[in-house]
């Protein structure tokens, strides 16, 4: 019983593990551009 509890365990961890990642690089552009339009032109072009 608790080598599948562990297994579970496990699979679930892995899938948000691969998840996060997958959001990480969605998001990580998202983020730059923000940050990219927040700054004055002279640093963005720097």
Same mark, same amino acid.
């Given at each position: 019983?608790?080598?599948?509890?562990?297994?579970?365990?496990?699979?679930?961890?892995?899938?948000?593990?691969?998840?996060?990642?997958?959001?990480?690089?969605?998001? $990580?552009?998202?983020?730059?551009?923000?940050?990219?339009? $927040?700054?004055?032109?002279?640093?963005?072009?720097?």
């Amino acid at each position: 019983m608790k080598e599948r509890y562990y297994g579970r365990f496990i699979g679930k961890a892995l899938l948000y593990a691969v998840l996060l990642a997958g959001s990480a690089v969605f998001m $990580l552009p998202l983020a730059w551009m923000v940050s990219t339009a $927040l700054k004055p032109i002279e640093q963005t072009m720097a």
